[in-house]
């Protein structure tokens, strides 16, 4: 099947279409997939924060909130750190099970290494697939260590950012740098000791709002949801550009890591007979190569 | 004071001077400075981690093992959270002041934002400085979550993480990427409970060496100084292209980030008007701009 083909089948409920799609948006045929989907705007929802935080509980409340309002979800997931292939779910997405089996939600892992351009470069066109295929709103969850958070602010708007009770959590997050790429924070786990003291403690750090939730019982979700949605209405020309422009940085260094010239540039500096400042101004005084 | 008089006034035992030309190397100048100090091999120690693992303690501890072989010693502290601007030495860093009045230690904060590049971009430059002023090693500390494990990465050889005992260091470690980077780790507060099943978990995650240390008390001090000169004796050329070809790539994208035609490109996107892919490509076929 061509790509008009595809989008039609998976348009017309072919799971086995949508994820092979996904899987030409992680590889060579990339461009010529995005000529057909053309520019999207997707809603695309961030979902990151600390490990054990509970961001996969959360993001399974947040499918379930939208499934009530009757809109197809999809969620990808991305972790650099997880063992498991592009394309398989998550070995420990229990919680998610519940979601399995419903047409209406669709579960995409983003987790392998090696892929064209990297993770990040896979993570736009994913959106712009799902987007084209109906699905409304695409909920992006990443571990929020490292490089992710800055890549799910990227493509995210809002990100959510979920933390835990207790010191720890918050700490870690400013010191990541978390709290600077947070549209809304939730602090789940909300009926544990600590819970209050955190809220009060993130509230002084930050300007976004910051909400509780225990993700299991569904506490808290509506109010999540409805910070969720005032944000997408609260969206602006200025924000869409921010956007935008972490995104094209984000390729534009993923197309440098694959630049033909690099390897010798290198070997330049570290024979030291330049360095590595002239290096990067001559990679990008030449061409990239051919995208794919 | 041009530049040659700042090197031969700092190479003189001019602190002033040498405060000078580190602020050279954040600034527009950097390149007339890096012409005349010409490509050289300074060896970098980087010591990374997460927050509370005891970096600085094991910073110190360091600092006085190279003092007692008689070595001048250079501290660069990156850290993107502290509010302390460049050139400041960070307020809380106590105990590095029984080495604050030692002519041979130098310590500088990195700290600012917005500094010509970013931060990453300052780093090479400040280590070229110190490395030509005499100063071997130049030890490089992060704080080891988000970005700067990567950037230290970049220009250390070894890269020492530092973690305290617990799964959870160990496992936020393994989730941030730091095994991946850890040329040698350190479980530091070896003698608190639990520092024998980390060092036991950590080794069977990674093949680096995995040391015990009891910074404050110099307990497992001189392994760790030696197994830092080990990975220095290893060194090899696909090594050192390695570290090249990392930081070709963060300078390079540093460059990119105030590229004259960003933003126009990003509000292209943002429109609809085209995709963040060929908006990549377009950025990395126009010229960069005039460096500085």
Redesign the interface.
């Known amino acids: 099947m061509n790509v008009p083909e595809l989008i039609a089948a998976a348009r017309g409920g072919s799971v086995r279409a949508a994820g092979r799609l996904l899987s030409l948006a992680e590889g060579p045929r ?2 010529e997939l ?1 000529d057909v989907l ?4 997707a809603r695309v929802v961030g979902v990151t924060g ?2 054990g935080a509970g961001k996969s509980t959360t993001v399974a409340a947040l499918v379930g909130a939208y499934r009530g309002q009757g809109r197809r979800v999809a969620v990808l997931a991305v972790d ?2 997880s063992p498991y292939s592009g394309g398989a779910l998550l070995g420990d997405r229990i919680r998610m099970s519940a979601h399995a089996a419903d047409p209406g939600v669709l579960i995409r892992s983003l987790a392998a290494r090696g892929h064209l351009g990297g993770l990040a470069a896979a993570v ?2 994913a959106v ?1 697939v799902l987007a084209a295929l109906g699905y409304d709103p695409v909920i992006v969850e990443t ?1 929020g ?3 992710s ?2 890549e799910v602010a990227a493509v995210a708007d809002p990100v959510v950012v979920v933390l835990a009770p207790g010191a720890g959590d918050a ?2 997050a ?4 978390l709290l600077e790429v947070a549209d809304v924070l939730v602090v789940n786990k909300a009926d544990r000791d600590g819970a209050e003291r955190t809220v009060r403690d993130l509230r002084a750090e930050t300007r976004a709002p910051v909400l509780t939730l225990v993700a299991p019982k569904g506490e808290g979700l509506p109010r999540l949801v409805e910070a969720i949605a005032a944000h997408a209405r609260a969206d602006d ?1 200025d924000r ?6 972490a ?3 984000s ?7 694959v630049h033909p010239d ?2 010798e ?17 001559e ?3 030449r ?2 190569g051919p ?1 794919g």
């Not at 400013?174 to 740098?177: H, L, P, R, T």
């Not at 390729?251 to 890591?257: P, V, W």
């Not at 540039?265 to 101004?281: I, K, M, P, S």
Request: positive net charge; proline residues 12%.
């Open positions: 990339r461009g995005l053309g520019p999207g705007a600390p490990p650099p750190s736009p066109a712009a571990v260590v490292g490089q958070e800055i700490v870690q400013a010191k990541a740098g020309p869409r550009a921010g956007r935008a422009r995104q094209i940085l390729l534009a260094q993923s197309r440098l890591r690099l390897a540039l290198a070997a330049e500096v570290a024979a030291g007979r330049t360095d590595a400042y002239a290096a990067a101004e990679l990008l005084r061409p990239p995208d």
